[in-house]
């Protein structure tokens, strides 16, 4: 074994229920017969949701290609691993989904010893840039032919050679600040002027710098500078414990809470094969409902105050206001902290506090009908949110959008149907798309959104049984790893977790759908007027902190 968990032949793993929780094929083989292996996965290892591949690095792009154009893949995470001082090297991980097959493949490859490089991507791949600028960020990978090799997450006063993520940075230590200046790209043209926004904004916003190429009002081009939030989080997790891990998850973005340590503990799950109680899984799934209403009542609140419609904001604010306190009144949290833990839950949703959320579910429907109409029957906000802000179905495929954004551009992505998790896996639930790609299409997802979360809370409560919420063997195995998802208020997040022989975290990687659909603001944007920005990130709203890490 030249790396940890690298196999040198083909093996295919059975099933969870067998007791495992990954299928693996490993290289040696052509890129036609990788192909043709995983195409022709049998329905019990692709029932494991994780088919682990092992390539050669030189053949990454061929397999990629393929991927997407004969599987139908769409990359959604990349990372590196520091597998020093163990072994010699980094391993790469290329994160595919195959909704049509319910599954993720895993492409793992090795950097060759004493190699920094390793090859980009982006160029055929537009939603790699990110992901492999973050690696050479954090690990001082070089992604060779990246068409943009600026700094992501480390800004200009951080010095060259320290790697957050490499064994060898001493994370106790302060880190000495160095003088330097980010350089945005300029549009050259008479009468183009550029406008800074932020990085400090007003009110409560978390930092980010908007930079504005435009003619007059119009805007030519939009330029991101984020991740003034950083904290390390990834790095903090090293040798964590479990329930330390769970804490940190609940805390990347607050209002993500139940869906980041969901995804979260279903990696450690997968890793431990446990299988947690029926309860469970449908208490799981309320929480994530409740938490996927109060976030789209908060945008639909931010979008109606940002065209002037203050009463529509109002209504909305209230209706969320209930959905807070009835958070806490079954979590003891208003942001349901505290409650998700691998194996299950740590608190039960006692009889009358579900009779109160099914008496919610009842009575929320009229109050939301009404506040749509008052929205959309309104032509001062259809004049703004109509035509405002669209996203092409071709860009949101290109940069592999996620959750609503992608629903409101015609693309049917859904985690709970993609790859079903938990009480979802059996649900026949409906996906809402729209296809206009603007303000007006996003928040008409979020309403429909909100009237099938409703039901999802009167399904899965309706003939609930009594019983355990907590695995009654939560132990681990020596040592693993495994990836976790959750279909998030904005969209699909990804956790990979390593547990070492002690039980601790190893490494965790984490990729929220803001990390997506960020670098899809822009082409939302072009040709819109600047005064429409606030409207447009509102009806975007993805998370600063969720993004940074």
Same mark, same amino acid.
């Given at each position: 074994?030249?790396?940890?968990?690298?196999?040198?032949?083909?093996?295919?793993?059975?099933?969870?229920?067998?007791?495992?929780?990954?299928?693996?094929?490993?290289?040696?083989?052509?890129?036609?017969?990788?192909?043709?292996?995983?195409?022709?996965?049998?329905?019990?290892?692709?029932?494991?949701?994780?088919?682990?591949?092992?390539?050669?690095?030189?053949?990454?792009?061929?397999?990629?290609?393929?991927?997407?154009?004969?599987?139908?893949?769409?990359?959604?995470?990349?990372?590196?691993?520091?597998?020093?001082?163990?072994?010699?090297?980094?391993?790469?991980?290329?994160?595919?989904?195959?909704?049509?097959?319910?599954?993720?493949?895993?492409?793992?490859?090795?950097?060759?010893?004493?190699?920094?490089?390793?090859?980009?991507?982006?160029?055929?791949?537009?939603?790699?840039?990110?992901?492999?600028?973050?690696?050479?960020?954090?690990?001082?990978?070089?992604?060779?032919?990246?068409?943009?090799?600026?700094?992501?997450?480390?800004?200009?006063?951080?010095?060259?050679?320290?790697?957050?993520?490499?064994?060898?940075?001493?994370?106790?230590?302060?880190?000495?600040?160095?003088?330097?200046?980010?350089?945005?790209?300029?549009?050259?043209?008479?009468?183009?002027?550029?406008?800074?926004?932020?990085?400090?904004?007003?009110?409560?916003?978390?930092?980010?710098?908007?930079?504005?190429?435009?003619?007059?009002?119009?805007?030519?081009?939009?330029?991101?500078?984020?991740?003034?939030?950083?904290?390390?989080?990834?790095?903090?997790?090293?040798?964590?414990?479990?329930?330390?891990?769970?804490?940190?998850?609940?805390?990347?973005?607050? !209002?993500?809470? +139940?869906?980041?340590? @969901? &995804?979260?503990?279903?990696?450690?799950?997968?890793? $431990?094969? %446990? /299988?947690? =109680?029926?309860?469970?899984?449908?208490?799981?799934?309320?929480?994530?409902?409740?938490?996927?209403?109060?976030?789209?009542?908060?945008?639909?609140?931010?979008?109606?105050?940002?065209?002037?419609?203050?009463?529509?904001?109002?209504?909305?604010?209230?209706?969320?206001?209930?959905?807070?306190?009835?958070?806490?009144?079954?979590?003891?949290?208003?942001?349901?902290?505290?409650?998700?833990?691998?194996?299950?839950?740590?608190?039960?949703?006692?009889?009358?506090?579900?009779?109160?959320?099914?008496?919610?579910?009842?009575?929320?429907?009229?109050?939301?009908?009404?506040?749509?109409?008052?929205?959309?029957?309104?032509?001062?906000?259809?004049?703004?949110?109509?035509?405002?802000?669209?996203?092409?179905?071709?860009?949101?495929? !290109?940069?592999? +959008?996620?959750?609503? @954004? &992608?629903?409101?551009?015609?693309?049917?992505?859904? $985690?709970? %149907? /993609?790859? =079903?998790?938990?009480?979802?896996?059996?649900?026949?639930?409906?996906?809402?798309?729209?296809?206009?790609?603007?303000?007006?299409?996003?928040?008409?997802?979020?309403?429909?959104?909100?009237?099938?979360?409703?039901?999802?809370?009167?399904?899965?409560?309706?003939?609930?049984?009594?019983?355990?919420?907590?695995?009654?063997?939560?132990?681990?195995?020596?040592?693993?790893?495994?990836?976790?998802?959750?279909?998030?208020?904005?969209?699909?997040?990804?956790?990979?977790?390593?547990?070492?022989?002690?039980?601790?975290?190893?490494?965790?990687?984490?990729?929220?759908?803001?990390?997506?659909?960020?670098?899809?603001?822009?082409?939302?944007?072009?040709?819109?007027?600047?005064?429409?920005?606030?409207?447009?990130?509102?009806?975007?709203?993805?998370?600063?902190?969720?993004?940074?890490?």
């Amino acid at each position: 074994m030249s790396r940890r968990g690298f196999m040198p032949c083909l093996i295919i793993l059975p099933s969870p229920s067998e007791g495992f929780n990954m299928a693996l094929v490993t290289n040696g083989n052509s890129i036609k017969d990788i192909l043709d292996m995983i195409d022709g996965l049998k329905e019990d290892a692709v029932a494991a949701q994780e088919v682990l591949v092992d390539i050669d690095l030189p053949s990454l792009r061929q397999i990629a290609s393929g991927v997407i154009d004969r599987l139908g893949g769409s990359l959604q995470f990349v990372f590196a691993v520091d597998e020093r001082p163990g072994s010699d090297g980094f391993s790469l991980h290329h994160v595919f989904g195959i909704s049509a097959r319910h599954c993720f493949l895993h492409v793992r490859s090795e950097v060759p010893t004493g190699s920094l490089e390793f090859p980009s991507l982006t160029p055929i791949l537009p939603s790699a840039n990110w992901h492999e600028r973050k690696i050479a960020d954090m690990h001082g990978l070089i992604p060779v032919d990246h068409p943009d090799p600026r700094r992501l997450v480390l800004h200009e006063d951080w010095p060259d050679g320290l790697s957050p993520l490499n064994y060898d940075f001493d994370a106790s230590r302060p880190v000495p600040r160095v003088a330097g200046e980010y350089m945005f790209q300029r549009i050259e043209g008479e009468g183009i002027f550029e406008i800074p926004v932020g990085p400090v904004h007003a009110g409560i916003i978390e930092p980010g710098h908007f930079r504005f190429s435009s003619i007059g009002e119009k805007i030519l081009y939009l330029e991101l500078r984020l991740f003034y939030k950083y904290r390390g989080v990834e790095r903090y997790l090293q040798g964590k414990s479990l329930l330390g891990g769970v804490l940190a998850a609940e805390r990347i973005s607050g !209002d993500e809470t +139940v869906a980041n340590a @969901v &995804a979260y503990c279903q990696a450690v799950e997968r890793i $431990a094969g %446990i /299988d947690i =109680p029926e309860r469970a899984k449908r208490l799981r799934a309320v929480l994530q409902e409740l938490e996927r209403i109060h976030c789209h009542l908060a945008d639909i609140a931010g979008a109606a105050t940002d065209v002037a419609f203050s009463a529509g904001a109002a209504k909305a604010a209230i209706l969320r206001e209930r959905v807070m306190a009835i958070n806490e009144t079954v979590s003891g949290s208003r942001f349901l902290r505290g409650v998700i833990v691998h194996g299950g839950l740590r608190r039960d949703i006692d009889n009358g506090a579900s009779r109160g959320l099914l008496d919610f579910a009842d009575v929320s429907r009229n109050a939301l009908n009404e506040l749509k109409s008052s929205i959309f029957d309104r032509s001062s906000v259809l004049d703004r949110f109509e035509r405002t802000g669209a996203l092409s179905k071709s860009n949101a495929v !290109d940069l592999a +959008v996620v959750g609503p @954004v &992608a629903r409101a551009s015609g693309i049917p992505t859904d $985690a709970r %149907i /993609d790859y =079903p998790y938990g009480f979802y896996e059996l649900y026949p639930l409906e996906i809402a798309v729209r296809n206009d790609g603007d303000v007006a299409a996003r928040v008409r997802i979020k309403f429909d959104e909100i009237e099938r979360s409703l039901q999802i809370i009167e399904d899965a409560l309706c003939d609930i049984q009594s019983g355990d919420i907590c695995a009654k063997d939560t132990s681990l195995p020596s040592s693993g790893h495994g990836l976790g998802w959750a279909e998030a208020p904005r969209g699909l997040t990804l956790c990979w977790v390593e547990i070492g022989d002690d039980g601790r975290i190893v490494n965790c990687r984490w990729r929220t759908p803001s990390f997506n659909n960020w670098p899809a603001l822009p082409y939302a944007l072009e040709g819109d007027i600047v005064p429409d920005f606030p409207l447009v990130n509102k009806s975007f709203n993805l998370s600063y902190a969720g993004n940074d890490l």
